[in-house]
């Protein structure tokens, strides 16, 4: 009898060793949720041209018919080419116009993904450095955050850990701890800031989903009261086209990477200061 237990519990763990290994795809459709990076990758010899535009208030003191709710001004503006050396390693290059302090940016990037969910991982992971630089004309006035005294002054970096788990094939969400490094920074600000974000998309039916995401944003005492900081959210919806990935979005954050909008988002969605954007994605095998 002992004999035969042992033999039945050898037969259930080699079955077990030799399970085949299920991979759980498409946890986001894109690789952006909407301001942030989702764990999706573009695979080997792949290039993603990507286009963003955000436009201004839609409410507010700002926004109303005046300027057509926002649809008159420009707030950013993203055009980027990212491109997959594996498939599990991606590097990119943007430009953006900029949402203040800081224009004219480039940034580029590199995003790792270390773990993929399957049978036997319940999570995707992955992690992505980016590193932005400034063009823009220094500022004459030495009090001024755009003064840049040497060239280290005209340069940021971020950090993030990209957690998501696909629950079915109508939810997905990702959890984003980041850090932001900014080397030059105004009176009041802190140059390192720490957030913590989470993002989520409901697929409603194989071409369109729901897409939202929120991060809260640790500031250093008096900093977020001093520069009249918010927290930013965004919340949109995505179209798979087959071809292109559409997505229309509404955001209080101005501008585009996360230089930007983890510790320079002043506007407050509750008193209309929020703006309509969109973003384009095609991807191209080479």
């Known amino acids: 009898m002992k004999k035969l237990l042992f033999l039945t519990l050898l037969v259930s763990l080699s079955s077990f060793s030799q399970e085949e290994t299920t991979y759980t795809y498409n946890t986001f459709k894109s690789a952006r949720i909407i301001n942030s990076h989702s764990v999706e990758m573009l695979e080997r010899r792949n290039m993603d041209f990507r286009i963003g535009h955000r436009f201004g208030d839609i409410a507010g003191t700002n926004g109303g018919i005046s300027t057509l709710y926002g649809i008159d001004n420009s707030s950013d503006i993203s055009v980027g080419l990212e491109y997959g050396i594996t498939n599990n390693f991606n590097v990119g290059l943007t430009r953006y116009k900029g949402a203040g302090p800081y224009r004219q940016l480039y940034e580029g990037y590199a995003k790792y993904k270390f773990l993929a969910q399957s049978n036997k991982m319940p999570i995707t992971l992955a992690a992505i450095g980016k590193y932005n630089i400034t063009s823009m004309m220094a500022s004459t006035d030495s009090s001024s955050p755009t003064s840049f005294p040497d060239f280290v002054s005209r340069t940021s970096s971020s950090f993030q850990l990209l957690i998501a788990r696909k629950f079915n094939e109508r939810f997905s969400l990702q959890v984003m701890p980041t850090y932001v490094h900014r ?11 720490f957030a913590i ?27 977020q009261q001093n520069l009249n900081t918010f927290n930013p959210i965004a919340l949109g919806v995505e179209f798979d086209t087959g071809g292109h990935i559409f997505q229309l979005n509404f955001s209080n954050s101005r501008g585009f990477g996360e230089a930007q909008y983890i510790p320079s988002t002043f506007s407050d969605f509750t008193e209309g200061q929020f703006r309509f954007g969109f973003s384009i994605s095609r991807v191209f095998k080479l």
């Open 183 to 193: 080397n030059y920074v105004g009176f009041y600000d802190q140059n390192g800031t």
């Open 197 to 223: 974000g989470a993002g989520a998309r409901v697929q409603l039916t194989k071409l369109i989903g729901i897409i939202g995401e929120y991060h809260y944003v640790v500031f250093e005492e008096n900093v």
